[in-house]
Each structure stands twice: as C-alpha cells, then as structure tokens.
C-alpha cells in the first residue's frame, strides 16, 4: 500500500499569499490518480483536484495541482479568508484502498 | 445533492449499530457509494464501497465486521458494524463517487454521524 507524506504539518501565511502544499507518495501513483482535498472544521472534506491536476466542479481557479510520479503539489495563488483549513491528498487507484495523506494545516500568520 | 447520515450512538466494545445515509437529488443505485471514517484529529479513512449489482469491497480493518448495503427504493446507504473495537470510535461519512472510473475519490459528502465506542 502506498504511504502518502504531507509537508509542512503547519503553513502559516498571510491573506494574499502563495501557498505550496506538498505531498509525497512512498511509491510511484500510476496514472496521476492523486486527489487533494479542503476540510474546515466541524465540516466534511471537500474535493479540489482530482487526477493530479483537474479542478472539481465549481473550485475556483486559484487551486492548481501538479506533479507525477512520487511528488505532487497544491498550490493555492493568493490566499482568501476562506481558504484557510486542512488540506489532505488521496492516493487511489481502480481498487482499494484509498490512503490518505496526514493532512497539512494552513493557519492565518 | 444531498447526503445525510444517522444512527451514530455510544456503544460498548464488541456490539452493534447500524449507520443510515440518506440520499436526495441523485440515485444512490446509479453511483459508486462509500463510508469514509476519520477518528479523532486523523485523517480521513475510506471503509466500504458499494456498487453494480450489489458488489463491494472493504477496507481490510473492518473486513468480516462491518457489511455495507443499499435500499435503492428508500434512496438509502446503509453500514452494519459488527465487533465494534474502541479503534471504531469516528465520525462516518457518506460518500458519493463522481464516476465509475474514479469510484475511490468523492465529490459529495454528508455531514457525518458520531460512532464512540467506550465501556
């Protein structure tokens, strides 16, 4: 089973800012099958990007994926209010499991 | 599209309970349907799926004690937990998959029902 490792555990940034989320898979993901996902508190999670870099429905363009192979990234352009939350990847593939990464927080700086 | 679960309770180590999720706006027959679990400050867990004719995996934590169904008449999404184990203790999530090529990711979720298991 893949062991997906996010980095930083904490970002602490400023409304306006750029912030690169990474996250680091123990083996190669075939087929780019890496999501990313946002979850305030008390909330469900919240899908983002799917297959590395496809925006999910309605996710404003300001989230961007990249990255194959082992290493993939979220970037988020310039921070809004509301963007501020836990951000976990998922690994998943055409059966399971589905593992998912231990999260990075993005705190107000 | 809605999802909203029921059934989340307190229960001693080694009994039952059966979670309900809701369906609206869509027909849960016609999708790729999960339980997504997350403890505690952890990250999500993906638990069961089911989909087609009734087929389904589990995750292998809960293979042989948890049993995932549906009611398509009801709309409905069901997870019979058996043996629970203190380990159990999460919030549940309904889950919908976006399509049957990415039936592992999930583009709509309920909001989730307690389960503690605690003597």
């Known amino acids: 089973e893949i062991v997906l490792t996010q980095s930083p555990g904490t970002l602490s940034l400023s409304p306006g800012e750029r912030a690169t989320l990474s996250c680091r898979a123990s083996?190669?993901?075939?087929?780019?099958?890496l999501a990313w996902y946002q979850q305030k508190h008390g909330q469900a999670p919240r899908l983002l990007i799917y297959?590395?870099?496809s925006r999910a429905a309605g996710i404003p363009d300001r989230f961007s994926g990249s990255g194959s192979g082992t290493d993939f990234t979220l970037t988020i352009t310039r921070l809004e209010p509301e963007d501020f939350a836990v951000y976990y990847c998922?690994?998943?593939?055409?059966?399971?499991?589905?593992?998912f990464g231990g999260g990075t927080k993005v705190e107000i700086k | 599209v809605q999802l909203v679960e029921s059934g989340g309770d307190l229960v001693q180590p080694g009994g039952s309970l059966r979670l309900s999720c809701a369906a609206s706006?869509?027909?849960?027959?016609?999708?790729?349907m999960s339980w997504v679990r997350q403890a505690p400050g952890k990250e999500p867990e993906w638990v069961s799926v089911?989909?087609?004719?009734?087929?389904?995996y589990y995750a292998d934590s809960v293979k042989g004690r948890f049993t995932i169904s549906r009611d398509n008449s009801r709309n409905s999404l069901y997870l019979q937990m058996n043996g629970l184990r203190a380990e159990d203790t999460a919030v549940y999530y309904c889950?919908?998959?976006?399509?049957?090529?990415?039936?592992?990711?999930?583009?709509?979720w309920g909001p989730g029902t307690l389960v503690t298991v605690s003597s």
């Open positions: 706006g869509f027909s849960v027959g016609g999708h790729y």
């Open positions: 089911i989909y087609g004719g009734d087929s389904t």
């Open positions: 297959g590395a870099t």
């Open positions: 998922q690994h998943y593939d055409r059966s399971p499991p589905a593992p």
């Open positions: 889950a919908r998959a976006p399509s049957r090529w990415e039936f592992l990711i999930f583009d709509f």
């Open positions: 083996q190669s993901v075939s087929n780019r099958y």
